[in-house]
């Protein structure tokens, strides 16, 4: 089955930019997303790319992805104590109908 | 608009004994996914129901099922609870559950003692 892995923990100071990783098995993925989720709270949709591009921009949030390395990243522009939380690549494959989720990177933001 | 709505948000069950969690989608979603977290497993998918139908299903035992009613609200029921059932169920609401954005509610956090 699809297999989605991320590095765990990530730390950057306040300001700079974040840069989380996330791979990827399944070639025929056609969604790929990042959610946030804070302590003891779900998760919130971020932003997600569609299979066909290479790049999307949202405010502070910039995707890219490398659909031949299967690589998918997700940079936040002067990251903020606010910023704190784990992060989670999912990938949605069409012929299983459902999405799989990376184990989640911590990021810690220090002032 | 309202989110997701799970309720209840913190239950504590004994082993043995059965639950019923309940999501409410976002108004106008048919589809309802469940997942349930731990800090072992990570996120795994559980089961998929879109107008009233299981669509989808993931690698879980038969003590786990569910429903969804004609209003799309959707039920999770866990028979026969396990201590290693002890996590974090998260439902995702979408417009169609294909290649759409999921929205998640704040989960329920499941003890089983």
């Known amino acids: 089955g699809e297999d989605v892995e991320q590095s765990l923990f990530l730390s950057v100071r306040e300001g700079d930019s974040s840069v989380i990783n996330c791979t990827y098995t399944d070639s025929s993925s056609t969604y790929l997303y990042w959610y946030k989720q804070e302590p003891g709270a779900g998760l919130q949709l971020l932003t997600y790319i569609f299979s066909n591009m290479d790049m999307k921009q949202d405010q502070r949030l910039t995707v890219l992805l490398n659909k031949k390395d299967k690589h998918l990243s997700l940079r936040i522009a002067d990251t903020q104590t606010g910023d704190s939380a784990i992060y989670f690549c999912?990938?949605?494959?069409?012929?299983?109908?459902?999405?799989?989720f990376g184990d989640g990177t911590t990021l810690t933001v220090k002032p | 608009k309202a989110g997701v709505t799970q309720t209840p948000r913190y239950l504590i069950k004994t082993r043995g004994q059965q639950v019923t969690l309940s999501c409410s989608p976002i108004s106008g979603h048919r589809s309802v996914s469940w997942y349930q977290q731990t800090p072992g497993q990570g996120l795994q998918f559980l089961f998929e129901?879109?107008?009233?139908?299981?669509?989808n299903k993931g690698n879980f035992p038969g003590r786990f099922s569910g429903r969804q009613f004609s209003n799309s609200r959707s039920e999770m029921n866990v028979s026969t609870l396990e201590l290693g059932d002890s996590a974090l169920y998260l439902c995702?609401?979408?417009?169609?559950?294909?290649?759409?954005?999921?929205?998640f509610g704040q989960g329920t956090r499941l003890t089983v003692v």
């Open positions: 999912a990938v949605y494959n069409t012929n299983a109908g459902k999405s799989t």
């Open positions: 129901y879109f107008s009233e139908t299981q669509r």
């Open positions: 995702a609401s979408s417009l169609t559950g294909t290649n759409t954005e999921a929205f």
